[in-house]
């Protein structure tokens, strides 16, 4: 019989140590949105190795799962920019960085509504901006990760197929909607190389073209 993806188990293929595991269950005690997948963190780092990344925003901390898996693909000594409206999700997720072996020099946690913080961030600074947080925002945070990305920086949205896990909540209609208004968005600027991958409930990805 021919193997299928459902016979190899593609969240097994590369399995969360303690450290991830942690995140995930404190992150299903404070009751917010669930982590990234084993195959969408593992996503995450590939990317953030494959362009060497320095100097990341992270829109969404959660608990800091996905915050791990970024920063075990980036560069030795690069920083992590994470922010969350959340205290309590970013108490969590320093924890869940030490537990993972990073110093508090390798990100900096800032607390407050993504879109009154970004602005206050510098343009054409970072090399990948990672966006899990207000679905309907979306198009408000890719108009920022434009302006923060160097040329041939990358911008991946989490949740770009709403709905796509069994685990993952019904999404409203208005979250369809506004992650179709994305995709629609992202693929029609000619300023970006666009990818679409149904890994999780669907990464969108985009470089920003160079010159």
């Known amino acids: 019989m021919p193997v299928t993806w459902a016979d190899i188990g593609l969240d097994d293929f590369l399995p969360e140590d303690e450290a991830l595991t942690s995140a995930r269950s404190h992150a299903a005690e404070v009751g917010g949105a669930a982590p990234v997948s084993p195959l969408t963190g593992a996503a995450l780092r590939f990317v953030a190795a494959a362009i060497g990344a320095r100097a990341v925003v992270e829109i969404g901390t959660g608990c800091g799962a996905s915050g791990i898996w970024l920063l075990r693909g980036m560069r030795s000594g690069a920083v992590l920019t994470s922010v969350d409206v959340e205290p309590e999700h970013q108490r969590l997720a320093r924890a869940a960085y030490l537990a993972a072996g990073f110093p508090a020099s390798r990100y900096r946690l800032i607390g407050g509504l993504a879109l009154d913080v970004l602005p206050r961030l510098a343009d054409g600074a970072y090399d990948l901006v990672f966006c899990d947080a207000d679905r309907q925002e979306n ?3 890719l108009a920022a990760a434009l302006r923060l990305l160097r040329p041939g920086g990358v911008v991946i949205f989490n949740a770009a197929l709403p709905g796509g ?3 993952e909540r019904l999404p409203t209609d208005a979250e369809v909607t506004a992650a179709a208004e ?11 190389v666009p990818l679409l991958l149904p890994v999780g409930n669907g ?3 985009a470089a920003k073209r160079v010159g």
């Open 139 to 141: 198009g408000e945070y």
């Open 182 to 192: 994305l995709r629609e968005q992202v693929r029609a600027d000619e300023g970006l």
């Open 203 to 205: 990464l969108l990805a």
């Open 165 to 167: 896990l069994a685990t």
